[in-house]
DNA sequence: TATTGTTATACTCTATAACTATA
DNA sequence: TATAGTTATAGAGTATAACAATA
């Protein structure tokens, strides 16, 4: 292929022009949005020069535990939206990572009480900068008021 | 830092109060609120009678086909923001079940033409029916003046 | 060299059922 | 009986690397 052709194609594609695939009903669909919102969102905060691995999870528990700490597994599961059955293995992963640990309690035997370590704070506390930075990108596209509202709109989806 | 969050972790649990775990910054953050909104519509969406079993990435496929028939592979995957591998798998389980065929390019060898069969269309047909009726739902929650602001900030996000 | 489709791999997320020990 | 935690399992989703055929 010459060279011709070549930047050709490139002027099509990144004009658009090519095929100009028709999105049909999928752009006024919430679903399709919050979906396409939530992947745009992952991508960029996994694109960040990456110091740390984090996922969602991960930090919605430390974060938990770092506010309460002793709170129960279960606890922490309704509050993240995890089944209890797969909070298991995402504590246990913390705990191979220094980060929680489990303590029985002693008034209910059945619960057992998640703690940060002292490595699990530190960690808490980097992820935070970490995350409110990616935050301050994303928040940059809207002004207070916008962001206020799209805030309170995405909270009356999980009412 | 932030006197609220401060200011709410001084409320500490007790234990006949069990259920009112500080969320700390969490209830602020677009990823949390995003993530929660998806996992509300997801949830709610696979708890309705499920006349149909559908998943967002192949319902994706189907409707991009419908309006786009022909449509290449690696076009859907840049679309739906499905990595062209895992496209493969997708529509190798929509020709399976006899919704979709491969066709080779005669243009371009390298392409792989999608196209609804018979059966893809009238498959289409009710699956748009179901998610239609699954948008009809969610959107009463807002005027439509909200949704409009709502879609308008959520597509924002993905620039 | 670049693109399209493909295979392979690995890890994450989610959902469910069944079990235990405690209450 | 009910709850907290666990184990096991299976299906999706996601990301990456490498390859063949084609451009």
Redesign the interface.
Same mark, same amino acid.
Do not use: T
């Given at each position: 292929m010459n060279g011709i052709a070549r930047a050709r194609r490139a002027v099509r594609r990144t004009s658009g022009d090519r095929?100009a695939?028709?999105?049909?009903?999928?752009?006024? $669909?919430?679903?399709? /949005?919050?979906?396409? *919102?939530?992947?745009?969102?992952?991508r960029r905060?996994n694109r960040g020069d990456a110091e740390v691995d984090i996922k969602?999870g991960a930090f919605?528990v430390l974060? $938990?535990a770092?506010? /309460?700490p002793?709170? *129960?597994q279960v606890?922490l599961a309704q509050?993240l939206?995890i089944d209890k059955a797969n909070m298991v293995a995402l504590i246990d992963k913390l705990e191979n990572q220094g980060w929680v640990v489990r303590k029985r309690s002693g008034?209910d035997r059945r619960r057992q009480g998640i703690h940060l370590t002292a490595a699990g704070q530190r960690a808490y506390r980097m992820l935070?900068r970490t995350?409110?930075e990616?935050?301050k990108n994303?928040?940059l596209?809207?002004s207070d008021s916008?962001?206020v509202?799209?805030?309170s709109?995405?909270?009356?989806?999980?009412?």
């Open positions: 095929k695939i028709d999105l049909d009903i999928l752009p006024s $669909l919430l679903g399709f /949005n919050i979906r396409r *919102a939530q992947i745009a969102l992952w905060f969602p919605g974060l $938990l770092h506010a /309460n002793g709170v *129960a606890e509050e939206h008034e935070k995350v409110l990616h935050e994303f928040a596209r809207y916008e962001r509202q799209l805030l709109l995405l909270q009356r989806m999980c009412v």
